[in-house]
């Protein structure tokens, strides 16, 4: 019932655009007198050929390359639908059935709606469990989660940024506090080890001892391998901190069921829902409710956490949620819970293993030999390439990837890894196959760059510029470019 009112307005939405387009087009053709066609009403290819163009070539960078970077996906028709709609156009500060705006009926409804797929995506019971799905994207979650756990200055304790943790975990140099974790609380870092590349939880528990932090996140952005929760959380305990899982690359294999989840141990559990979930961008923030814990006496200690988040992101951090991609997190979810989202993330997992070994196979070094989830980490230090110039190569032959410090890494500003990710290609179509030929292309980039940096010397300056002058590289990247290009526009693409 609420989608088919929903659906009724983007129905009309799309009425009115293809009214423009009958109005444009019959007036290109002549059947109008007047002179002046564009008006602010005109769909964008006739407003606007400039910008139109540039989406058009987009789509087709998208459809021509093969998309490896791990935080990416392609969002699905259903979302991009929600994304194009009338709903950018409501105000609505405040939550379902408090509004600070009226006319927020329908709005109201599909905000709900959104929070009960989430809550279903997660097998969460909602005595257990609220969310919010108003913040704006995964960092601003984590800065109102943030917010919502502890006062200013607050301690946090989050992942090393070149150890795999995420900026918004905080960043700071000796000279400067860089994100909004580390300007507006006081944060440490824990590492990995460097000789594993593992999450070193014994370090975690000796300094969280030191540093008595109010909030531990478990979360990474490239770490190839799943987490200890229930270490985590041991650790938390020992320091009456909260747990925080920030979920945001791994949230739709967490909805699958393919890898560990952190519900079970986390007391607030973060994420964008553009990654592996395959939704719109934006973030959510699940919080925990009900009973925190026991006294010795009896007494229940219970969770306030629900208006404390609620507060933090609105009008704590932000003003009117983007109602679109509220609609599109709801599609997102109601999508996360099929059979056909399972196996997804199924193929995402067998891919990126399949990546490893064949990338192995080629003889490269894959960091902690392997990979439990969706990326891995490739060290190119046994080859002597930087990471720049593999991300660049493989940018030059439309494969996108990024550069990545690996564990060990002398300097995070020069890092001598590539991270890669399969979420995108496996919602493409690929499977292992597909991906033994993605390894090839790759390690052909690959080989081309080390041949490069014999002539061109360690410099990327030079490195490039012997690739864009010298006939031979040309005419090689631009055979390998088109074997990738013949290869990737086989393959679906969701537009
Ligand atoms: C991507 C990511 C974020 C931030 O998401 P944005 O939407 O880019 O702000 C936060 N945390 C982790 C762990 C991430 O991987």
Redesign the pocket.
């Known amino acids: 019932m609420y989608l088919r009112s929903i659906l009724r307005s983007l129905v009309k939405a799309q009425r009115l655009h293809y009214l423009n387009k009958f109005v444009v087009m019959s007036s290109q053709n002549g059947f109008c007198s007047k002179t002046s066609d564009v008006t602010l009403s005109s769909p964008l290819e006739t407003v606007d050929p400039e910008l139109y163009s540039l989406v058009n070539q987009e789509a087709q960078r998208q459809k021509k390359g093969l998309e490896l970077i791990a935080?990416e996906n392609f969002t699905s028709v259903s979302v991009l639908q929600c994304l194009g709609s009338c709903l950018t156009n409501k105000y609505s500060e405040g939550l379902p059935g408090a509004r600070y705006y009226g006319g927020n009926q329908i709005i109201d409804q599909i905000e709900l709606l959104c929070q009960k797929r989430c809550l279903e995506a997660f097998s969460l019971d909602s005595s257990l469990w609220g969310v919010n799905v108003q913040p704006y994207?995964?960092?601003?979650?984590?800065v109102e989660a943030y917010t919502a756990l502890v006062g200013p200055r607050g301690r946090i304790m989050g992942l090393n940024l070149p150890d795999g943790?995420?900026i918004?975990?905080g960043l700071m140099t000796q000279k400067k506090r860089l994100s909004a974790a580390s300007i507006f609380f006081e944060t440490m870092p824990y590492h990995v080890d460097l000789e594993t590349g593992l999450i070193d939880y014994k370090e975690l528990e000796k300094s969280a001892q030191m540093f008595k932090p109010d909030v531990i996140i478990a979360?990474?952005?490239s770490y190839p391998r799943t987490l200890d929760y229930k270490r985590f959380k041991e650790i938390s305990i020992a320091n009456d901190s909260y747990l925080m899982a920030?979920m945001?690359?791994i949230s739709g294999l967490v909805a699958a069921g393919v890898i560990p989840s952190p519900f079970e141990y986390c007391d607030v559990v973060?994420s964008?829902t553009?990654?592996t979930l395959r939704g719109p961008?934006g973030?959510i923030i699940f919080y925990r409710k009900g009973i925190r814990s026991v006294t010795k006496s009896g007494e229940n200690i219970m969770y306030d956490l629900e208006d404390r988040v609620n507060a933090a992101v609105f009008p704590g951090f932000q003003g009117g949620p983007h109602n679109n991609a509220i609609a599109g997190i709801a599609a997102a979810m109601k999508l996360a819970t099929t059979q056909e989202f399972k196996d997804y993330q199924k193929q995402v997992l067998i891919n990126c293993k399949q990546l490893a070994e064949s990338l192995k196979q080629f003889g490269y070094k894959i960091t902690t030999d392997g990979t439990d989830v969706h990326m891995l980490l490739v060290d190119l230090r046994p080859i002597n390439l930087t990471g720049s110039k593999a991300e660049y190569i493989l940018q030059s032959i439309e494969i996108a990837c990024n550069k990545n410090t690996v564990p060990g890494d002398k300097s995070a500003m020069n890092p001598y890894g590539i991270r890669l990710g399969t979420p995108a290609l496996t919602t493409r179509g690929m499977k292992e196959n597909d991906i033994m030929v993605v390894a090839e292309l790759i390690h052909k980039g690959l080989c081309i760059a080390l041949e490069a940096q014999k002539i061109s010397g360690p410099k990327l300056a030079n490195f490039k510029n012997i690739l864009s002058s010298d006939p031979k590289f040309i005419e090689s990247l631009k055979i390998l470019t088109k074997e990738v290009e013949t290869f990737a526009e086989q393959f679906y693409m969701p537009q």
């Open positions: 935080s994207s995964g960092s601003p979650a984590n943790g995420h918004s975990h979360g990474v952005t920030d945001s690359h973060t964008t553009h990654k961008r973030g």
